[in-house]
């Protein structure tokens, strides 16, 4: 059914108004984003970013990641959102599978007069080249070797937007995150499900996966909270974003489209140790 033209053409539409429902509270930091970085064709490296539809996914996902930043850096080391605090001493933000340097473009142009370093970690090194080409800083590594090899001289909160479900083994780097001194919180976000399930989906498909593609779990909040916990991270903040209007009277249809064709939404959390 898919492939017919108006069959397509229907369902983009369709998740364009669900998408546009849901982030009606967000319209304002949208418009924020979308003029400090107004195009975001080259996010990813094995998809551009040439549709309605693509483009509002995300920017809503934009707004829901640098909201917790946001928030991490305005609260937790007691910032004013009007410029007037300083924060506690200097932070390093470690924006770990960044593939384009939106998020530090965001944060920078967003600042609030706080002092912190921002550097992006990606094992593809197109999307490290492409970073620095915009003069950021980059490193081209694996966040698992990283994460056990680096040294952390400042205070450090790691960001892992869609990232922590591709970990090979997420519990062996919240533990050694954990360990490591000077990594003082981390700020992510997963995929929001119900019920946790491994994820590797083109392999049940018989296809190839791409690194951006590679999902290996894929947990329900309370699992990951339960994850969490065991290698001794506190969840301080969470929310999770809905990718449909919550309060529209469709929204059993809603939950069930996107729980069918994609993510019902997506899980935010702010970590810090125990």
């Not at 960001?159 to 591709?166: A, I, P, R, S």
């Not at 699992?223 to 903040?237: E, I, M, S, T």
């Amino acid at each position: 059914m898919r492939n017919n033209k108006i069959v397509r053409k229907l369902f983009e539409a369709t998740r364009i108004h669900s998408l546009r429902q849901a982030t009606k509270d967000s319209t304002v930091l949208m418009q924020n984003l979308r003029k400090i970085v107004p195009d975001i064709s080259d996010q990813y490296t094995n998809l551009l970013v040439n549709t309605e539809y693509l483009e509002i996914n995300l920017r809503a996902m934009h707004c829901f990641q640098i909201s917790l930043a946001y928030r991490y850096l305005c609260e937790r080391l007691k910032c004013s959102q009007n410029g007037s605090g300083e924060a506690r001493g200097a932070i390093s933000l470690l924006d770990i599978g960044d593939s384009s340097g939106t998020h530090a473009l965001y944060l920078k142009s967003l600042n609030f007069k706080t002092n912190f370093n921002h550097c992006s970690v990606n094992i593809d090194p197109i999307a490290v080249d492409k970073i620095k080409s915009k003069n950021l800083k980059a490193i081209c590594a694996n966040a698992e070797d990283m994460i056990q090899e680096m040294q952390f001289c400042n205070k450090t909160a790691l960001l892992m937007f869609q990232v922590l479900e591709h970990i090979e083994n997420p519990i062996s780097f919240l533990k050694d995150a954990r360990e490591k001194k000077n990594i003082k919180a981390i700020v992510l976000t997963v995929p929001y499900l119900k019920h946790s399930r491994i994820g590797l989906h083109a392999l049940r498909k018989g296809k190839d996966e791409s690194i951006e593609d590679k999902h290996i779990f894929e947990l329900s909040a309370g699992d990951w909270k339960l994850l969490f916990k065991h290698c001794g991270w506190k969840v301080a903040y969470e929310d999770i974003y809905y990718q449909y209007p919550r309060r529209s009277l469709l929204r059993w249809f809603w939950k069930w489209f996107w729980t069918r064709f994609d993510y019902e939404g997506f899980y935010g959390v702010i970590l810090e140790k125990e």
